[in-house]
């Protein structure tokens, strides 16, 4: 019984210790890539909506410091890509700052 209780409270004090480090990723969103920069510690993207005809009325900016999430990003220019970031939710208006990237898969 002893045995059991002591796996127990492992289990769940590892669980603890493991969630506290996952990113939840709040804004995602899919578009192709304008725009690229970085000043050689963050990297910055702007994405713009893929089903428009015209020219798009906002773009999404994510930044990272991850060094892969970088390296897409700086070869997905012109493609589409799935993005994530850690915003708390996608904003809205001429700019939408999507937060730090956590996520991106190009097509």
């Known amino acids: 019984m002893k045995f059991k209780k002591l796996v127990l409270s492992f289990t769940l004090a590892s669980a603890a210790f493991v969630g506290t480090g996952v990113v939840h990723a709040k804004c995602t969103t899919y578009g192709r890539v304008a725009q690229v920069h970085t000043d050689g510690v963050t990297t910055s ?4 909506p893929t089903n428009l005809i015209a020219v798009p009325s ?19 220019l012109h493609q589409t890509v799935y993005i994530s970031g850690n915003a708390a939710s996608c904003p809205t208006g001429a700019l939408r700052y999507g937060g730090v990237a956590s996520f991106i898969y190009a097509n």
Do not use: G, H, Q, R
Request: charged share 15%; hydrophobic share 40%.
């Open 45 to 48: 993207v702007y994405l713009y």
């Open 58 to 76: 906002y773009a999404y900016l994510f930044s990272t410091k991850d060094p892969e999430i970088a390296n897409v990003m700086n070869t997905s």
